[in-house]
């Protein structure tokens, strides 16, 4: 099976400080991905580079070559807006708009031109149920998204993402704000979300990489390590600092 | 030994603190008890005014003071229609050069233009007067074709240079400080730049642009000078009353031209301070509603 996403000798430093080095990996199409690795290893640079959203960060330079369904999303005409559109991303405070629960469901939809009433109804309510947000919020949905707890404005974050029917989402570290029961519905959530899209979530938490994904990649200073099914990484890690970092002898 | 020197120099360091916080202390409260004095004594004089004319100052529509008739409407009428049309142009201007400068204009251009806008509102009003006199009010003419440049609208050209630079520069502040979460977020579901500023970044900074526009107003209504010299200073509501193209006479302008020349005491001098209780009314309550505006401006409001 062709690779959703394929990442060629990517190269990517933050003014003079080289972050990613040469490293090359392919992404299953509908498969969670874990990438772990110790804090400033990485795992989020990668993250960004995947929508684009590196860019965004000043000084930021990329080399190499990223690919999307076999196309290069750096080529200069590639458009921007749809890039993100179909790759999502949830990011690691939860940051809802300040806008009511239903208008921040709706905001992504509405951007990519979606205007009908009626159709937007429809996306917010499904997006809702998908991350099981919808009893909670249905009698008031013209709420602030404030008004929720930080558990709930991430789920609302993730229906957010789904709205515009992303082909892949990103999670940088979705869980590190949130308490064990929130953590348990979202990581059941990115099982699930699994077999519908590609999903590629960063984590520090090696636990929570075991439990959630099909594939993990273990990222060392700005190098890949290991990478391979879940399962066989954890049981029988090859490289030495792969089995150091699962048995928690440093991170 | 050495812990009593220690024990000494801490206690005059104390000593010395208290003098400082004293002094300070008193020239802080003696700024609130200036305000105080002032309004009070705005208000005392206005009295007599107030109490003889009742509201017949506040809405009689003839100002003749030198036949004795005290009818303020006109001069309130004036500073309004002025002001508002001041706003009018400032806002677009304004709001449109704060969008610019906080989000297209790359952050060293916009160290120096910043300022640079900011420098308008150091210019002395006088300078706007003349060039509301020398050039504003012919181009009006010209432009018209009527026989008088002064008027309103002249006025609230003039009037629109002076306030937009705190439009520009506390809009500006208000936007910058609209959270890098929410545009990060808008960003990734692939809106474009335009459609974060309109969807998400205005709507947050909206109280705060409110206020801008209010304070701007706030300082328009107490121009005086420059107002005073491309208004015309006629005392009439135009007719019709929207026409921006009649001359008109304001509060400012009016204490400004009488002051001198009133006799202490008399009823003419009263109704002046009446004029300026007027006028602190006004500045008073959209002063208040700025600041009740800026409270709600951008906060972290998320709590992790």
Redesign the interface.
Known sequence: MDPKIEVRELNVWYGNHHVLKDLSIKIPERRVLAIIGPSGCGKSTLLMTLNRMIELVEGARVEGRCLLDGVDIYNPGIPLTELRRRVGMVFQKPNPLPKSIYENVAYGPKVHGVKDRRKLDEIVENCLKVVGLWDEVKDRLNKSAFELSVGQQQRLCIARALAVKPEVLLMDEPCSALDPMNTRIIEKLICSLGRELTVVVVTHNIQQAARVSDFTAFIYLGRLVEYGPTDRLFESPVNRLTRDYISGEFG | MEETLKSFDFLKSLRRMDWVKLILMTIASLSIVIVLLIALFTISESIPAFSSLGLDLLLGDRWAPYYGRYGAAPLVYGSLIVVFGAVLIAVPLGVLSAISLAEYMPRKLGEVVKPMIELLAAIPSIIYGFLGMVFIAPAITKLFGISLGRTALTGSIVLSMMITPTIVSISSEVISSVPR??R?????????KW?VIR??VI??ALPGIAASILLAFGRAVGETVAVLMSCGCVAKIPSPPWNLLDPVHTLTAAIALDMGEVAMGSMHYHVLFGLGVILFVITFSVNTAAWLLMRRA?RR????
């Open positions: 979460e929410y990060m977020a808008a960003i990734a579901l692939g809106a474009t459609q969807g998400v709507p947050t951008p409001l998320i709590k992790v």
